[in-house]
């Protein structure tokens, strides 16, 4: 399943970049940094010409960065999650569960990450916006790129996700041998910390 994710990931940011309306947003999110950079003075009106000159002559080249660095950041970041769940599940939940098993829980779990995936993909060709999944953000007006933080967090009620941390719920329950409340918390709990670090260093989370 991690290999299949990675793989639609690729796929999943590929299409997008081959949206006219989602590169547009990227660029335009990119313009009003450099901006901002200017208006501040962090950054000379030259200096900020010249990036944004770099930034458009890069435009077909983010497609590809994208998919390679969002597949490979997964597979990185799929590990580092379990080792999370594995130290909560024994040390904070006591629980017996081993690394191994934590990784068989998430494994399931990303064949549900894998149709979050595609829906998504699907959503952001009939919304035009990069960064949507199915959430109250559909019913948000305005770009994603510069909504505030707790506008971003609305991504967090997408019911493929919740079903998928429902899953790693209910699999620490089993592994760890711990109180499905006490296991279905600390998914949760998990779930929305991991989100919210995403979105506040600037990912967005299409799954």
Not at 17 to 40: K, R
Not at 127 to 139: A, D, E, K, Q
């Amino acid at each position: 399943p991690v290999l299949i994710l990675m793989i639609v990931i690729a796929g999943a940011t590929l299409a997008r970049f081959s949206n006219p309306e989602a590169v547009a947003q990227i660029m335009d999110a990119q313009t009003q940094a450099i901006q901002q950079q200017v208006d501040s003075g962090d950054m000379s009106q030259e200096d900020a010409d010249r990036a944004r000159s770099q930034i458009e002559s890069m435009s077909g080249f983010f497609g590809v960065f994208g998919a390679i660095s969002g597949a490979i950041g997964y597979f990185i970041v799929f590990f580092i999650l379990a080792l999370f769940y594995w130290l909560v599940a024994k040390f904070a939940l006591g629980g017996d569960a081993g690394y191994t098993g934590i990784l068989s829980i998430l494994g399931l779990a990303n064949i549900i990450s894998i149709l979050d995936q595609l829906v998504s993909l699907l959503l952001s060709y009939a919304t035009g916006s990069v960064f949507v999944n199915l959430s109250p953000i559909l019913f948000v007006g305005g770009d994603m790129t510069s909504m505030a933080f707790g506008t971003k967090m609305l991504m967090l009620l997408n019911p493929i996700s919740i079903w998928a941390t429902w899953v790693v719920g209910i699999g620490l329950e089993k592994v760890a041998n711990i109180p499905r409340t006490k296991a279905l918390i600390a998914a949760f709990a998990l779930f929305i910390i991991f989100t919210a670090a995403t979105i506040g260093m600037g990912g967005m989370g299409m799954g």
